[in-house]
């Protein structure tokens, strides 16, 4: 991404927003830079930074997203916010971010909340990492109301099924789940013109357990525990097989969120027609 360069008109523009009181995180995603950027500049300028966590605006931000969880696209968000969001209670900022493949999910999703306010572009210059957009809302309503759901800061080990989300959208919020700590795959096996299949989803033994139970009882699917984290309560579930793998997506995906990562979504769909191909191949060696 190309460095962006800030006129001097728009310099004048940010001192005077800061000493309306609006703050450096704000302006920083209107301009699309690092916040380090907008200090440099008022230091710069010797405009005393005040620091003030109250300070104004300038995007609206729908506050009461979450006061409710009765549409399948906060299910789904809330899910992806327990698996992969970050809570900063210093600021009530709530982030999320996702790989630059999967930004236009992420935009969908701000656009839910904070629809005039830009996802904030991260490039990293070491090759291993790649580059992201994130989400970031700053809401102190919310962050509170998030953090009765269970989503807080340092939450990573501490996480518990909000059993007081409507099992209507359990689907939905198990999909932002897995959308943000599972994976399927597809793999050839050795030694033969055959595929296996299997996806898993990520949290704590509590947390990962109701999700299990969940399934079972709705789909009838074997789910495997396992503990992935020798020091801790980090487990994970896993379902393996076409059958298995196939249901559990028809139950995640079926009457659900119509917002979701595409690129998983596919590798399901891609799953399906390798069944497919199998059962047709099986057919035909059984005529002969």
Same mark, same amino acid.
């Not at 009765?70 to 327990?82: M, S």
């Not at 969001?85 to 930004?103: F, H, M, R």
């Not at 932002?176 to 700590?181: I, L």
């Given at each position: 991404m190309p460095k962006i360069k800030i006129s001097n008109n728009d310099i004048k523009y940010i001192i005077q927003q800061y000493q309306n009181n609006i703050s450096v995180l704000d302006l920083a995603y209107k301009y699309n830079v690092d916040q380090s950027t907008i200090r440099r500049i008022l230091n710069k300028n010797n405009i005393k930074l005040n620091g003030v966590p109250g300070q104004r605006r300038i995007f609206e931000v729908n506050d009461c997203f979450f006061d409710e969880i009765?549409?399948?696209?906060?299910?789904?968000?809330?899910?992806?916010?327990?698996a992969d969001? *970050? %809570?900063?209670?210093?600021?009530?900022?709530?982030?999320?971010?996702?790989?630059?493949?999967?930004?236009d999910t992420l935009q969908l999703l701000n656009n839910l909340i904070q629809p005039t306010k830009k996802l904030y572009y991260h490039s990293y210059k070491n090759k291993n990492q790649q580059d992201r957009y994130s989400m970031i809302i700053r809401s102190k309503h919310m962050r509170e109301k998030l953090a009765e759901y269970g989503v807080v800061q340092c939450k990573t080990h501490i996480t518990k099924f909000p059993h007081m989300i409507n099992d209507n959208f359990y689907n939905s919020f198990i999909l932002?789940?897995?959308?943000?700590?599972g994976c399927v795959g597809l793999y050839p096996k050795k030694d033969s013109n055959r595929w296996?299949?299997?996806? *898993? %989803?990520?949290?704590?033994y509590e947390f990962i357990l109701f999700v299990k139970n969940i399934i079972e009882t709705n789909i009838g699917v074997h789910c495997s525990l396992i503990k992935i984290d020798c020091n801790g309560d980090i487990y994970r579930i896993q379902i393996s097989g076409y059958k298995q793998v196939l249901k559990m997506m028809n139950y995640m995906y079926s009457n659900s969120s119509t917002i979701f990562l595409q690129r998983k979504y596919k590798k399901f769909i891609e799953i399906n027609e390798k069944y497919i191909q199998y059962l047709e191949l099986k057919e035909s060696k059984e005529a002969i």
């Open positions: 009765d549409t399948a696209e906060k299910a789904y968000l809330l899910g992806f916010l327990f969001g *970050y %809570i900063y209670n210093k600021n009530n900022s709530i982030t999320l971010g996702l790989a630059e493949q999967d930004v932002g789940v897995f959308d943000g700590d296996i299949c299997s996806t *898993y %989803i990520i949290g704590t």
